[in-house]
């Protein structure tokens, strides 16, 4: 059987194994019952910006083309950086009515241990997919806040302790941090200004995540269909945005986002 698509971000469902579902054109592959089979993946050449929808040659960043980059909502300061959000003041980036939308919500600050204990923001609706993108084995909510600029400033306070960034050799390897989340929680409260301290939740929601992976991973080399267009291989783990294969080798899926590609399975 094949599928042809625009290549988008996983759905990672929480389940126990976490189930993970790819839109590929017309199609819903469900990536866990591929497991244990052979998949050949080609990259056709062209790829489709997340914003504009046109066809292009390359695409510049996070999914879209050089013009969206600079321009759409979809990548606006306050997506990479929350403590730049500028809605809770009336303030456009590059539309406010959306941008209202998506930070005037509640976010949470958040642990995750996913090879190091990092910090992150997110949406309070999407915590648990947030999570499970980044590949996490487990992750805490720290704060509650009303917005995401107040989430920004929280993740600004502790980024001097925590790395913001997922380690994802360590991740995929399943090398874990291992302390006591709840115990970082509460230390990580003493680093917070008494005006952010407000938003500290200390009986925040705790997960544990099981991704669905028959073997451990010792030397992970990494397969990039722009620089070689076709790979096959029998899939055999799913953990965050990666496809594990048998070989060793993994294929970050995120970073192929737009991509025009091509399953047979
Ligand atoms: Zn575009």
Partial sequence: MYAEGQAKKLINVYKSPIQVYNEVGEHILHLNNLLGRNISLNFKGVYICKSCNKF???????????KCFFESPLAGDSILRPEMSKAHLNIEDRDLEQEKRFQLQPHIVYLADAGKIKVGVTRSEQMHTR????????????????????????????????????????????????????????????????????FFDPKGEECNFYYDMNSKLKNIKSINLISGPEYEGVLCGLRGQYLIFSDGQVLNWRSHEGAIIRWEY
């Avoid at 993108?133 to 980024?159: C, F, H, M, P, S």
Wanted: aromatic share 8%.
């Fill in 56 to 66: 292009y040659d390359d695409l510049f960043r996070m999914g879209c083309c050089k």
């Fill in 131 to 198: 999570w499970m993108d980044q590949g996490a084995a487990r992750a805490r909510v720290i704060a509650n806040t009303e917005n995401r600029y107040q989430a920004g400033l929280i993740e600004v306070e502790l980024k001097n302790r925590y790395s913001d960034k997922t380690n994802w050799k360590m991740m995929l390897k399943d090398e874990l941090d291992g302390r006591d989340l709840e115990d970082e929680a509460m230390k990580s409260k003493e680093f917070l200004p008494q005006k952010l301290k407000m």
